[in-house]
């Protein structure tokens, strides 16, 4: 670990590769006026008050003991608070430390030190001799990004209650300083590749604290304080037809698509995010070997490009559900300017309760929408695929972003960023999982075809949103948002904006890693010949 003062004059700089930051120090008498209610607010926001824990006590002797619990603070702030921030701020610097891999350059702008971690080398002063990061990626010469490429990042903390957050809440405490704004990173992406590269070393992000306090933090979520309440509000707004457009390609697919490999990156042309798409949809086409005299279930209809595709390739016949009241009229607008209304049924009921037909399906396909089953109810899921496909040459194809098996048992008994805060009751299952109920739940009559991981097509995808996202969000998204929700605040909208770039660079470093999976399944019937088309025989 180094560590350098730094002035607080501000410089420019014109070399490539760096990264310039401004650093305001703050005198000691601010720092001292100011530590007690960065951590308080760190607590607090996880509604840490001895006022709302103590419901059964009478609430004239509540009030007593939290006016007298304050006045104490306040009275030891000095002697406490600010050691304990220290204490939060040595116990990082221990863990950022052992990293091996890339270069992280930290700026704490509060007490205007600089240090850098990792491979030293991809850092540098600059000409008034600030510490700058000046990391070459190998490819850059190329024009192409790799996923060999050496990460680095720089992260500016600017309030003290990011470093509280950190050590007693680990990953999901940097997530909400992040969206409350108390610190800057000028690549989120390639810090969380850098901090999965140097798993090993960092203990998987956990500290002896965040483990004796994970209970405290799990009551500490029900609390409405305002810091609170503000990722809370984000939390639950389901945001509109006309946001989700705004960074989706014109098919409005939600899901990941499948780039055509490059051989020569000197010659190829750029492909559209739509033309990707679609060929993971003519994927899907083609695996369930679809024809005209088909009827086909789709769960999941998002916003009915796969249903409208289906048909107009091949004339089948599509029921499709959703839970979305949006999604359906957008989709059987969509259906009905296409000329399809004849062809595509939208239903509006969960997958339980879709009624066994006197005809079983012959087709069934589900793009990304097993991760909305949560763990408890997979058999359930795959127990109906099994109850609503034909018995004789029935298929199936599934795709689902998968947790790899060394860590989905970790995984399965914890929270984390994107199951709290995006897609609240999502749980991402292994392959071995997926199999095995596949198996179970049909008796062993349906058979898996094949398997393919297009996970690392993901990660393109996901830049692209998040540019799209963050280009728009002034101009179409923030309106939109306030035509639903007048009532949000400025800070409200700008912790929203923080949650989807947190969340978009959060999975796309997922996938550029191989953390994360996404396996589209194919699987049929015992003896369903229909599978054979094409194969020499």
């Not at 006022?51 to 406490?80: C, D, F, P, W």
């Not at 921030?85 to 052992?98: E, G, N």
């Not at 599934?398 to 009751?425: A, L, V, W």
Request: with cysteine.
């Amino acid at each position: 670990m180094a560590s350098q003062k730094q002035d607080s004059e501000e410089y420019e700089g014109n070399q490539p590769f760096a990264v310039h930051k401004r650093i305001y120090p703050r005198s000691n008498h601010e720092k001292a006026e100011n530590i007690m209610d960065h951590f308080a607010r760190a607590l607090e926001s996880r509604g840490m008050r001895p006022q709302q824990h103590l419901a059964n006590i009478h609430e004239s002797l509540t009030g007593i003991i939290y006016r007298g619990t304050s006045h104490l603070r306040y009275k030891l702030g000095s002697l406490t608070w600010g050691p304990a921030v220290q204490f939060a701020k040595d116990m990082a610097q221990t863990t950022f430390a052992s990293l091996q891999v890339g270069t992280f350059l930290l700026v704490d702008q509060v007490s205007a030190e600089v240090f850098v971690h990792g491979d030293s080398s991809g850092s540098r002063p600059d000409e008034l001799g600030n510490l700058v990061l000046c990391l070459r990626r190998p490819s850059e010469s190329e024009g192409e990004r790799k996923a060999t490429d050496l990460p680095g990042a720089e992260l500016v903390v600017k309030d003290d209650a990011f470093w509280l957050r950190l050590l007693l809440f680990t990953d999901m405490g940097f997530a909400e300083s992040y969206m409350l704004g108390e610190f800057e990173c000028d690549d989120l992406t390639s810090f969380f590749q850098m901090f999965i590269l140097n798993r090993e070393q960092l203990n998987n992000g956990t500290t002896l604290f965040s483990g004796l306090f994970s209970h405290v933090a799990g009551l500490a979520r029900l609390a409405n304080t305002l810091d609170n309440a503000r990722l809370n509000i984000v939390r639950h707004y389901d945001i509109s037809n006309d946001m989700f457009a705004a960074f989706l390609s014109p098919d409005m697919m939600y899901s990941c698509p499948i780039w055509k490999h490059s051989t020569n990156s000197r010659t190829k042309q750029e492909e559209s995010l739509e033309k990707a798409q679609m060929r993971k949809i003519n994927y899907f086409i083609e695996a369930a070997k679809i024809k005209r005299t088909d009827h086909v279930l789709e769960f999941g209809t998002g916003w009915g490009t796969m249903a409208i595709e289906a048909v107009r390739q091949t004339g089948c016949r599509v029921t499709t559900v959703t839970l979305s009241q949006e999604q359906k009229t957008f989709a059987e607008e969509k259906i009905r300017a296409a000329g399809f209304s004849d062809k595509i049924v939208v239903c509006l009921l969960d997958y339980r309760m879709l009624p066994d037909p006197e005809v079983p399906y012959d087709k069934i396909i589900s793009c990304e929408m097993i991760e909305a089953v949560g763990e408890k109810f997979l058999a359930t899921f795959f127990s109906r695929i099994d109850k609503l496909l034909k018995k004789d040459g029935g298929i199936a194809v599934f795709q689902c972003i998968t947790m790899p098996e060394g860590r989905h048992k970790g995984y399965s008994k914890g929270e984390d960023f994107i199951n709290h805060y995006i897609f609240p009751g999502g749980y991402l299952p292994s392959v071995t999982q997926l199999i095995n109920h596949i198996t179970t739940e049909s008796n062993g009559t349906l058979i898996v075809e094949k398997i393919k991981n297009i996970g690392p097509h993901y990660v393109k995808a996901l830049r692209l949103w998040r540019e799209a996202f963050m280009d728009k969000f002034d101009s179409v998204i923030v309106p939109a948002l306030m035509v639903e929700h007048p009532s949000l605040t400025e800070k409200d909208v700008e912790v929203f904006k923080r949650k989807w770039e947190y969340y978009f660079s959060y999975s796309e470093a997922g996938f550029l890693t191989k953390t994360l999976g996404d396996v589209i399944i194919t699987v049929g019937r015992e003896g369903t010949l229909e599978l054979m088309e094409g194969i020499p025989l």
